[in-house]
């Protein structure tokens, strides 16, 4: 097994983000069009927080994805910066992976920003890390 690979060699550096002010039924659709479950809320290129699929899920009160007008009015009558969580973990782009899964492991969330200079460069999630470890073998 490689050791002390950092997580740029498997972190998403190509980005979804969104900022405080996108509603939650905009950011729900997000996570459909681009296949993804975790999207970064930066106030420029700043990092401020994290909303994830699972965050949203949780105020639709289990309202079925039929009724999307719904399920829309439900989710913007909440406001992103009320629901992302707020000063999210981040590392850097050279923490090494056996770091991040660490991370993981050991708090209950499943993606992590990456940042220099105070900028997002990238995401990493638990898939990114189950998936390099699938490689390894």
């Not at 991040?100 to 997002?120: K, M």
Request: glycine content about 4%.
């Amino acid at each position: 097994m490689k050791q002390r690979v950092p997580v740029s060699q498997i972190m998403a550096k190509a980005l979804i983000v969104v900022n405080p002010t996108k509603k939650i039924s905009e950011v729900n659709q997000m996570y459909n069009e681009y296949g993804i479950r975790h999207i970064p809320v930066v106030d420029g290129s700043k990092i401020i927080g994290v909303i994830s699929k699972n965050d949203v899920q949780k105020l639709g009160f289990g309202t079925s994805e039929e009724n999307s007008e719904a399920l829309n009015a439900i989710y913007d009558s909440f406001e992103l910066k009320n629901v992302m969580v707020k000063n999210p973990i981040t590392v850097t782009a050279d923490t090494n992976i056996k770091d991040v899964a660490e991370i993981f492991y050991n708090q209950s969330f499943h993606s992590l920003p990456v940042i220099e200079n105070e900028e997002i460069v990238g995401i990493v999630t638990t898939t990114d890390i189950v998936k390099y470890l699938l490689d390894q073998y």
